[in-house]
């Protein structure tokens, strides 16, 4: 059974940068795309980026140009690089196999872009 724990979260003034982590177990993990998603306060969950086994990326319009996702295969972890936050890009931030969620949700970590 895959697992996974984001962390990285935190308050951050707009403009400011934040790196997330998302640690996974299972050994699929090296052939399987993952993405990040978010979830807002009264909003449903969406997906924000996603990156291929291979390393291809694509992202949602909103993030394109401040966001940025990695992976390091050998160590099974995922990485969002968020720089220019907006206070819109408060939520809580999951990451999951894409593009469909195949995996239990983690406990997601907090980011609140706030002045």
């Known amino acids: 059974q895959v697992q996974l724990v984001e962390s990285g979260g935190g308050l951050v003034q707009p403009g400011g940068s934040l790196r997330l982590s998302c640690a996974t177990s299972?050994?699929?993990?090296?052939?399987?795309?993952m993405a990040w998603y978010r979830q807002a306060p009264g909003k449903q969950r969406e997906w924000v980026a996603q990156?291929?086994?291979?390393?291809?990326?694509i992202y949602v319009n909103s993030v394109k140009g401040r966001f940025t996702i990695s992976r390091d295969n050998a160590k099974n972890m995922v990485y969002l690089q968020m720089n220019s936050l907006k206070p819109e890009d408060t939520a809580v931030y999951y990451c999951?196999?894409?593009?469909?969620?195949?995996?239990?949700w983690g406990q997601g970590t907090q980011v609140t872009v706030s002045s």
């Open positions: 999951n196999a894409a593009p469909l969620a195949l995996y239990s």
């Open positions: 299972g050994s699929i993990f090296s052939i399987k795309a």
């Open positions: 990156i291929t086994s291979s390393g291809n990326t």
